[in-house]
Structures are given as structure tokens and as C-alpha cells.
């Protein structure tokens, strides 16, 4: 059974900083590149960001860019979503995301076979 488990939602301050967690267990980590999403209420879900299977090429929405970094440890089956500065407009259910094929890149959520159970991230003053 695959399962994506995340950690590390919560509500902060504009300018605040999170780390996301997102442990994978039942399915190879270590060849498959690995992503994040989210979703705001009302609005579809959408990219944020993309790392590839061995950690050395990632790749970013154009509205998180500079802001936040993706990372994993292959060795703990973990990848890691670091944000910083964030604002109102990053409240969301943040999501990771296993594609269907091994060494293959994520563009779209239609790339995607597991998806974690989504963490609340709120940011209000």
C-alpha cells in the first residue's frame, strides 16, 4: 500500500516561514521525481513545485520562485517543501505528489499516481 504522509501545516504571520514534510512509504522513492501542489478553496489545484529523483534539478511556479525550496532525503524517504516570506495568497492545502512513471517529470496533476492527505498552511495577520 502506498502511502504519502505530510507534516508541518499550520497558520503564521505574512513574512512567517514552514516547512512541509511529506514521508513516502510502499513505492520506490529514490526513482521517481516528486512534486508539490496545492489547492485554495474554490480554486483548482495548482503546480508549486518539482524536484527530480536523484534531489539535483528543481523546478518552481513562477508565484513561489525565490520563496520557497524543494528538497529530499533519499536515504529517509522524505521530501521537503521549505517557505519562506510567505503571504495570504500561499493559504492553501499543500499536497505531495508521486508521478505514475519512474524518472518521469511532473507537469500537470495528470502525471500524478499518489497524492498525500494535504496539509492546511493559513497565512493571515
Known amino acids: 500500500q502506498v502511502q504519502l504522509v505530510e507534516s508541518g501545516g499550520g497558520s503564521v504571520q505574512p513574512g512567517d516561514s514552514l516547512r512541509l514534510s511529506c514521508r513516502v512509504s510502499g513505492r520506490a522513492f529514490n526513482i521517481f521525481d516528486m512534486g508539490w501542489f496545492r489547492q485554495a478553496p474554490g480554486k483548482e489545484r495548482e503546480f508549486v513545485g518539482t524536484i527530480n529523483w536523484s534531489g539535483s534539478s528543481t523546478r518552481y511556479a513562477d508565484s513561489v520562485k525565490g520563496r520557497f525550496t524543494i528538497s529530499r532525503d533519499n536515504a529517509k524517504n522524505t521530501l521537503y517543501l521549505q517557505m519562506n516570506s510567505l503571504n495570504v495568497e500561499d493559504t492553501a492545502v499543500y499536497f505531495c505528489?508521486?508521478?505514475?512513471?519512474?524518472?518521469?517529470?511532473?507537469?500537470?496533476?495528470?502525471?500524478?499516481?499518489?497524492w498525500g492527505q494535504g496539509t492546511q498552511v493559513t497565512v493571515s495577520s
Open positions: 505528489a508521486q508521478p505514475k512513471k519512474a524518472w518521469a517529470s511532473i507537469v500537470s496533476p495528470s502525471d500524478i499516481a499518489y
